[in-house]
C-alpha cells in the first residue's frame, strides 16, 4: 500500500465549527499548516485577514496583505498565509495601529478582541521536564518553550512554576515578565465546554488520580458551575493582568 502524504486541502464543511466563515458559497478554504496550535483551536492568517477583520475582498488580495510583512503576530512578521493563529496569540497591524488578541466567545468560536497593545502575552504552562543540567523547560499552551535557568539543580530554587500555572511573555523578545499561579480564588478563562468563552472565580479544586481535576468556579453573577482542569486558563488574581 502506498504511503500518503499529509492532506492539503479542506473543504469548507468539514472545517471545525468554530470557524466563523460561510460554509456554502465555495468548496474549499484554507487548510492551516501544522504549527504551534491545532486546527480546531485556530484560524489560518488568511482567514483572519479576509473573512475576519475584512481587510481583503478575496484571497489574492489577503495573500498580498501577509506577503508585505505588514501583519505581526506575537511581534514577528509572519508571511505564511497557512500559519495557525490561536488562542492569545497577538495580532498587530503597525500600519493603522490596530491589536487584536485570539480569544473564543460564549458560543466556542474564535474570535478577535481589539486591544491597546500588544506588548505582553499570556500563556499557560501544559508541562514542565527537566532538561540537561538540570535546568527547567516549561510547555507553553502555544507550543513555545521557556527555559528556566537554574543554578544549583539539587535545590532548584528558580523553579517556582507549576503545570496549570500561566505567565506573561514580554513581545517579541519573549522573556518572562510576570507570573499567575493556578489555585483557589484565581481568575480563569474558561477555554472549552458548555461556560466557553467566560470568565470566572476558581471556587475549589478536586484532585483525581485517575480521571482529571474538577474544577468549581463562579461568575460574577454567583452562578457556580464545574468544568475539567483542561479548559481553565489562569488569567489573574481579580482582574485579568492583561487586557482581554
Not at 527537566?130 to 502555544?142: E, F, M, T, Y
Not at 499561579?181 to 470566572?200: D, I, R, S
Amino acid at each position: 500500500m502506498a504511503v500518503k502524504g499529509p492532506k492539503r486541502h479542506l473543504k469548507r464543511l468539514a472545517a471545525p465549527a468554530n470557524w466563523q466563515i460561510p460554509r456554502k458559497v465555495r468548496t474549499f478554504t484554507v487548510r492551516p499548516a501544522p504549527g504551534s496550535h491545532a486546527m480546531d483551536k485556530s484560524l489560518p492568517l488568511l482567514l483572519i485577514i479576509r473573512d475576519v477583520l475584512k481587510y481583503a475582498d478575496n484571497s489574492r488580495e489577503a495573500k498580498k496583505i501577509i506577503q508585505t510583512g505588514k501583519i505581526l503576530i506575537d511581534g514577528k512578521k509572519r508571511k505564511e498565509y497557512k500559519l495557525p493563529v490561536g488562542l492569545m496569540d497577538l495580532i498587530s497591524v503597525p500600519l493603522i495601529n490596530e491589536n487584536y488578541v485570539v480569544l473564543f466567545d460564549e458560543s466556542g468560536r474564535l474570535t478577535l478582541k481589539k486591544v491597546e497593545e500588544a506588548g505582553v502575552k499570556l500563556c499557560k504552562i501544559v508541562n514542565k521536564t527537566v532538561i540537561k543540567g538540570g535546568h527547567i523547560q516549561l510547555n507553553l499552551h502555544d507550543g513555545r518553550n521557556q527555559i528556566i535557568t537554574v543554578a544549583d539543580a539539587t535545590k532548584a530554587e528558580e523553579d517556582v512554576y507549576k503545570t496549570g500555572d500561566s505567565i506573561l511573555l514580554s513581545i517579541p523578545e519573549q522573556k518572562i515578565a510576570g507570573h499567575v499561579q493556578f489555585g483557589e480564588n484565581k481568575l480563569a478563562y474558561v477555554t472549552g465546554g458548555k461556560h466557553v468563552g467566560e470568565f470566572a472565580k476558581i471556587i475549589e479544586i478536586e484532585e483525581r488520580k485517575l480521571y482529571a481535576d474538577i474544577i468549581t468556579l463562579e461568575t460574577k453573577d454567583g452562578e457556580q458551575f464545574k468544568t475539567v482542569k483542561d479548559y481553565v486558563f489562569i488569567v489573574g488574581d481579580n482582574e485579568p493582568v492583561i487586557n482581554l
